[in-house]
């Protein structure tokens, strides 16, 4: 089922832990998702994990 079809996912601090699950859910449900996280390695790993076209961004939210 594609559920989230046609809706955009952005979730900060998507690159581990539930970020990264809700991410991988949120994307076999049709979204297109974008994760934010502080660590380029850890990031770029979870938008190979995550599939189906994500992007990582990134940056910290605690800074601005």
Same mark, same amino acid.
């Given at each position: 089922?594609?559920?989230?079809?046609?809706?955009? %996912?952005?979730?900060? $601090? $998507? @690159? #581990?832990?539930?970020?990264? %699950?809700? %991410? *991988? +859910? +949120?994307?076999?449900?049709?979204?297109?998702?974008?994760?934010? $996280?502080? @660590?380029?390695?850890? =990031? *770029?790993?979870?938008? #190979?994990?995550? $599939?189906?076209? %994500?992007?990582?961004?990134?940056?910290?939210? =605690? @800074? =601005?």
């Amino acid at each position: 089922m594609e559920k989230l079809k046609n809706k955009v %996912a952005v979730i900060t $601090g $998507g @690159n #581990s832990g539930m970020g990264l %699950a809700t %991410a *991988k +859910f +949120f994307a076999t449900e049709g979204a297109k998702v974008a994760i934010t $996280g502080r @660590n380029e390695v850890t =990031l *770029k790993k979870a938008v #190979s994990e995550i $599939g189906h076209d %994500a992007i990582g961004v990134k940056g910290d939210v =605690l @800074n =601005l």
